[in-house]
């Protein structure tokens, strides 16, 4: 089941500015929220009652009730969750010490992965694992840190025999994405939804007949618009961008969810795939492969 607060974050790019406004209270003061009244919350938000309660329309609420409650359990939640890591506020500040620093960063990418895995959609997943399985070639393309995550995708493939293709230059990829057609799967990868280069190389597969697979914190995006199967990922952003790590990491959660279901059809086949290529670079450790080092 999806939290009230990763909905929020992943609809935030479809919302008015009247309804970011609140989204954005909510977020920064969730606390203030379970206290308020429809009222005070358009006060907090410099709008009206009626923008919020189309606001929690919007966000897939019957009314202002039924938000505040979700917002109250997914507070408690989060607080729990605080408790574990022993954070009090998880954003990083100038005079942070190492261990909060570390600590803060452990417990968001912690809960990007956490998230991401209660919220994702398991019929999307396999559905693209079956697309995969029946591929004759797969191309996956990431642009900037989520190059790092389509190259994951392609390695981890390539090691079981699937033919997969990674690309991070855009040129490159519109070649490729170009030969793409039924019976193909093309991957695009973007935290935003909104890299341009990412939306045309998805297109342009969709174009040619393949299925098309976006991986995304937002499902609202212009990406998930191109994509037949979409895998959302549930990561925040923060003043020093540890989402763009916690971001990343979600990103290969979703890869590890995606390969793992794909060896589960075919452990026989895989694991044999997988021992050939460990034993193809055992020469290459100083160890001379010594099992166990």
Not at 11 to 33: K, Q, T, Y
Not at 219 to 246: F, I
Request: charged share 25%.
């Amino acid at each position: 089941m999806t939290d009230v607060f990763v909905s929020l974050r992943q609809h935030m790019p479809a919302l008015s500015n009247a309804e970011r406004r609140i989204a954005d209270v909510v977020l920064d003061r969730p606390s203030v929220v379970v206290e308020s009244s429809i009222t005070r919350l358009a006060e907090l938000a410099g709008t009206s009652p009626a923008s919020v309660a189309r606001f929690c329309r919007a966000v897939g609420f019957g009314g202002y009730k039924e938000f505040r409650i979700a917002i109250a359990s997914a507070n408690s939640r989060e607080q729990a969750a605080r408790e574990l890591f022993r954070v009090d506020d998880a954003d990083i500040e100038a005079t942070d010490s190492a261990l909060d620093v570390v600590t803060k960063v452990a417990y968001e990418e912690a809960r990007a992965i956490e998230e991401t895995a209660r919220s994702l959609d398991l019929d999307a997943l396999d559905a693209v694992v079956a697309a995969i399985r029946g591929a004759h070639r797969i191309d996956a393309f990431g642009a900037g840190s989520s190059g790092l995550t389509a190259q994951d995708l392609q390695l981890k493939l390539h090691r079981i025999g699937v033919p997969t293709f990674c690309w991070s230059d855009a040129h490159l990829a519109l070649t490729s994405f170009a030969l793409t057609g039924p019976g193909a799967v093309a991957v695009a990868i973007s935290h935003s939804g909104q890299t341009l280069e990412a939306n045309q190389v998805l297109a342009l597969a969709r174009e040619r007949g393949a299925t098309t697979v976006a991986i995304t914190n937002y499902p609202d995006s212009p990406l998930a618009e191109v994509a037949d199967h979409l895998l959302v990922t549930s990561a925040r952003e923060s003043r020093y961008r540890t989402g763009a790590m916690s971001s990343r990491l979600a990103q290969m959660a979703i890869v590890d969810f995606v390969v793992v279901r794909l060896l589960q059809g075919e452990m026989d086949r895989a694991g044999e795939l997988l021992r050939r290529t460990y034993d193809a670079v055992q020469g290459h450790r100083l160890d001379g492969g010594t099992p166990g080092r």
